[in-house]
């Protein structure tokens, strides 16, 4: 493929239907945590790392270190998925975006089987891993910063859409328009994803997370496909933001 074409060229992963799906993924998550795995989020950390300063601020030493394991195993996502993408692309047929889909789909498989009775840091634990390395190798939707397992961001940008929406009303100025729909459209299918999350955790319990592999596994499937045809020739090149 001609070097202009693959600069203009969105890869498969960086597709905006794509990140709709990984965020409802990640809504699902939280979910499924917060209702079945010990009442927290596993998909950002700031609330863990709060209650680790607060643990240790009462000299509370014990649960200090039980907030500090769900933070090291997001840590070593983000570390594993920042080293492992250039090895990859050099030993296999397909992208790092792609396998680390499908060892998503191996983990929540592997979740779904743990015994309500096993202690719930093992499925934090491991949600906690496979969240950091979505939310470090997805970064930008066809050229727009997004994340996939939090929301934060999107409502700040929504505010600030809103805000540009008050100020250019009469000078008809829409270029803002279209980032204050995708972060809105990111909110909306979170939302989405922690509303079919509660409905399948209130009915499957704790194999309700095997719901996930279906939105992962045509993910799957279409990553895969553009690997061996589409993008076959076009391996070294980054999706943006990286």
Not at 103 to 121: D, K, L, N, R, T
Not at 181 to 209: K, P, S
Not at 212 to 228: E, K, R, S, Y
């Amino acid at each position: 493929m001609p070097q202009e074409k693959q600069e203009k060229y969105y890869l498969m992963c960086e597709r905006v239907w794509l990140f709709h799906v990984l965020i409802a993924v990640g809504g699902f998550f939280g979910a499924y945590t917060y209702l079945l795995k010990g009442n927290i989020f596993c998909n950002a950390q700031t609330g863990n790392v709060v209650l680790m300063g607060m643990a240790f601020g009462s000299f509370d030493f014990a649960e200090g270190f039980y907030y500090f394991v769900p933070i090291s195993a997001y840590l070593l996502g983000a570390i594993v998925s920042e080293i492992l993408p250039n090895p990859i692309k050099h030993k296999l047929a397909i992208r790092w975006d792609t396998l680390l889909i499908l060892i998503e789909m191996i983990v929540v498989a592997i979740i779904g089987f743990i015994p309500s009775s096993a202690p719930v840091q093992i499925s934090q634990v491991a949600i906690n891993f496979i969240a950091s390395m979505q939310y470090n190798t997805f970064r930008q939707a066809q050229g727009m910063p997004m994340a996939t397992t939090f929301v934060t961001n999107h409502i700040r940008q929504i505010g600030i859409g809103m805000a540009k929406e008050l100020q250019h009303h009469k000078t008809g100025d829409k270029s803002h328009r279209k980032k204050l729909i995708n972060h809105l459209e990111m909110l909306l299918f979170f939302v989405l994803g922690a509303f079919v999350g509660t409905v399948f955790c209130n009915i499957m319990a704790d194999m309700a997370i095997w719901i996930t592999l279906i939105p992962l596994g045509i993910i799957f499937a279409l990553l895969l496909h553009a690997d061996l045809t589409t993008e076959k020739d076009m391996v070294d090149k980054k999706p943006m933001g990286h």
